[in-house]
């Protein structure tokens, strides 16, 4: 890419925050053992194995950079990426933002093992459940991600939809294979189908695609 690239277009890194926070609880850890054990700690540290917490970082950054990957290519060229985005005074990031002549979509890629299911029961509020557990505040910080980006996105051209959906890697079962299904009006799936409904027909130029990615990558920089 020319130096002379428009501000925002660099897509940024699947999985970059998530890999960043696995080496960081790695030196942590051995800055601990270094300091409580000052002649052995190299020793100790070459025969102790990785904790698990470090393990799931690095697993869950390697499975975002496969999804981001086969999203894009299911996507094809008419759709661009940012990816791992910092939203503003949080800890929290959003992982995938597409650029469709649909429209804009945050994408919230997830790794759970275990059935995925839509849970309607005769009373109350139906439920997003993952392995028999309620997993409906996935939802909830979509609909968040995608309230914010709607603003961002509406102070340049309000004109332009903003879409949500989860996308879930080859370890969850019970969801189709070449469709979404919906929650709450967002989309759920695998790659396959994920990528069906962010490749569907629209009408907005690239032109004007072009200018809200260079806007919403300034309104949520590279995390």
């Not at 879930?168 to 695998?190: S, T, V």
Request: aromatic fraction near 8%; glycine fraction near 10%; charge should be positive.
């Amino acid at each position: 890419m020319s130096s002379q690239a428009p501000p925002g277009w660099e897509s940024g890194t699947p999985g970059a925050s998530a890999r960043r926070e696995a080496e960081r609880r790695r030196a942590n850890r051995e800055r601990r053992v270094r300091e409580r054990y000052p002649r052995i700690g190299g020793l100790i540290l070459a025969f102790q194995g990785t904790p698990t917490h470090e393990r799931n970082w690095h697993r869950g950054a390697e499975r975002e950079v496969r999804l981001a990957g086969l999203l894009r290519r299911r996507c094809g060229d008419s759709v661009s990426w940012l990816y791992d985005r910092r939203i503003p005074r949080s800890r929290a990031n959003i992982d995938m933002l597409a650029f469709a002549p649909n429209g804009v979509w945050v994408v919230d890629a997830k790794s759970y093992k275990g059935k995925v299911g839509v849970a309607k029961p005769l009373f109350g509020k139906a439920k997003l459940v993952i392995n028999g557990r309620d997993r409906s505040k996935l939802i909830d910080t979509l609909e968040w991600q995608v309230g914010l980006v709607q603003a961002a996105v509406g102070a340049l051209d309000p004109t332009v939809p903003v879409h949500g959906a989860l996308c879930f890697d080859e370890r969850a079962d019970g969801l189709p294979w070449f469709r979404a299904r919906e929650f709450r009006g967002y989309p759920i799936g695998h790659p396959r189908g994920i990528a069906k409904r962010v490749r569907s027909r629209g009408t907005i130029s690239a032109e004007r695609m072009s200018r809200v990615r260079v806007r919403l990558a300034a309104e949520f920089p590279e995390a």
